[in-house]
């Protein structure tokens, strides 16, 4: 399967984005992911869910302020981001696995390029 990401741009703090990842090849697997990567950093978890919708998971930095979800038959995945903040500033990247749902990278088989969020303040 191919993920393609899309929806980064630059936007002051405070403000919302919606990132997309898009799969093609076949259908999204089971679990899916969002994953960041700020300058100089290593990559982190930021949300997952399950192929219903049913169970999600955040990290703590982002619970509250993001909302990970699917659609199926568009065989798309979404990541709504609000009250941005600078310390969100990465490259997001998307990633899906059968699995399991959890946080670790190395659950997920396949991954998108990435796509830029600049928040500045």
């Known amino acids: 399967v191919q993920l393609q990401a899309s929806g980064g741009g630059l936007v002051q703090a405070g403000a919302s984005l919606r990132l997309s990842c898009a799969a093609s090849?076949?259908?999204?697997?089971?679990?899916a992911s969002w994953f960041r990567q700020a300058p100089g950093k290593e990559r982190v978890f930021v949300a997952a869910?399950?192929?219903?919708?049913?169970?999600?998971i955040y990290a703590d930095s982002v619970k509250g302020r993001f909302t990970i979800s699917r659609d199926n038959a568009k065989n798309t995945l979404y990541l709504q981001m609000n009250s941005l903040k600078p310390e969100d500033t990465a490259v997001y990247y998307c990633?899906?696995?059968?699995?399991?749902?959890?946080?670790?990278?190395?659950?997920?088989?396949?991954w998108g390029q990435g796509t830029l969020v600049t928040v500045s303040s």
């Open positions: 869910i399950t192929w219903s919708g049913g169970r999600t």
């Open positions: 090849g076949r259908a999204f697997s089971r679990y």
């Open positions: 990633a899906s696995g059968d699995y399991g749902l959890g946080s670790d990278s190395g659950m997920y088989e396949y």
